[in-house]
């Protein structure tokens, strides 16, 4: 297995494909053993906002190899198709952008001026930490959270998954042991619940799935700090397991499709796509039934 010159689509691929596979389980029917005895939901899948919003992070960072925070407010407020899953507020927020209000004012606003601690900016990073595999800093840095998402957990919560994302990709050659892949977003934590939640994830690893989504949460309450500390538990115990990881994200309930992006999106980076003997990457049955991914972002 080697690493891509750029392992950043296979991670689009992987968050694409867990945040599709994963909105499947808010259709009533759905059944989680199914997919647990390897027998998925029908095709075709549809993918949500978490999907989209990351393919406007990848073609920005493509594009310019940073992260503009102006032009990437303009291309989320451009591209936002609400019936795709946006919260009410994050729609509200993107119009008054479209309509002119500077992003920084309308996304600090939020919430009495605190900003929004959501998991909105960590569902959609791990392709611009794979972008930048093996440079953590350059990952922790591309800002691409504060646009949307002012509030320090949010920041810290985003920052972390694209931290693990990069790791993850560099590592497919050499592996990555389970309590690496959580040592390596240390440096980046900042004191608050999300950074409690994640030292929490690595006194929990071999633990079970059912146990951890417990202790850390499974994004039931749209927090970066209910959400980030039991992906990036679960990416680290199934990182060379696609399938694995985002199966247990279904298992865990809660946000299904925003958890399976998240560990999707870090995973894939690690495995790409398809399987041998060490590694199983995304199926190739999964890829073909997520919806098709916009042509805009493959150029």
């Known amino acids: 297995m080697t690493i891509p010159s750029d392992p950043a689509p296979d991670s689009?691929?992987?968050l694409s494909v867990g945040d599709a596979l994963g909105a499947q389980f808010f259709v009533p029917g759905r059944s989680r053993s199914e997919l647990q005895a390897g027998r998925p939901p029908a095709a075709p899948w549809?993918?949500?906002?978490?999907?989209?919003?990351?393919?406007?992070?990848?073609?920005?960072?493509?594009?310019?190899?940073?992260?503009?925070?102006?032009?990437?407010?303009?291309?989320?407020?451009?591209?936002?198709?609400?019936?795709?899953?946006?919260?009410?507020?994050?729609?509200a927020l993107l119009h008054q952008v479209r309509d002119g209000r500077?992003?920084?004012?309308?996304?600090?606003?939020?919430?009495?001026?605190?900003?929004?601690?959501?998991?909105?900016?960590?569902?959609?990073?791990?392709?611009?930490?794979?972008?930048?595999a093996g440079e953590l800093d350059r990952a922790a840095e591309a800002l691409s959270a504060e646009v949307t998402h002012r509030h320090p957990e949010?920041?810290?919560?985003?920052?972390?998954?694209?931290?693990?994302?990069?790791?993850?990709?560099?590592?497919?050659?050499?592996?990555?042991?389970?309590?690496?892949?959580?040592?390596?977003?240390?440096p980046y934590l900042v004191d608050g619940r999300t950074a409690k939640g994640i030292h929490r994830a690595r006194e929990l690893l071999g633990?079970?799935?059912?146990?951890?989504?417990?202790?850390?949460?499974?994004?039931?309450?749209?927090?970066?700090?209910?959400?980030v500390p039991f992906t990036l538990w679960a990416a680290a115990t199934f990182l060379t397991d696609y399938p694995a990881a985002v199966t247990a994200c279904v298992q865990a309930g809660?946000?299904?499709?925003?958890?399976?992006?998240?560990?999707?999106?870090?995973?894939?980076?690690?495995?790409g796509i398809g399987s041998t003997e060490s590694v199983r990457g995304i199926p190739a049955e999964w890829l073909a039934a997520r919806e098709a991914l916009p042509g805009w972002v493959r150029g």
Not at 207 to 227: C, H, M, R
């Open 12 to 14: 689009l691929d992987g």
């Open 46 to 91: 549809p993918w949500t906002d978490d999907t989209e919003m990351a393919c406007s992070v990848l073609t920005e960072i493509r594009a310019r190899g940073r992260i503009d925070r102006d032009a990437l407010a303009y291309v989320f407020a451009d591209r936002c198709e609400p019936y795709r899953g946006y919260s009410g507020g994050t729609v």
């Open 102 to 132: 500077p992003w920084a004012e309308a996304a600090g606003a939020l919430f009495d001026g605190r900003g929004s601690l959501g998991n909105g900016a960590a569902m959609r990073v791990a392709p611009l930490g794979a972008h930048f």
């Open 154 to 186: 949010a920041i810290v919560g985003a920052m972390t998954v694209a931290v693990a994302a990069s790791h993850a990709a560099m590592t497919r050659e050499t592996g990555c042991a389970p309590d690496e892949l959580l040592e390596v977003v240390e």
């Open 207 to 227: 633990k079970s799935v059912d146990e951890a989504a417990y202790e850390l949460g499974n994004g039931a309450q749209v927090t970066a700090q209910d959400t």
């Open 254 to 271: 809660g946000d299904v499709d925003t958890t399976a992006a998240i560990v999707g999106g870090i995973v894939a980076a690690h495995t």
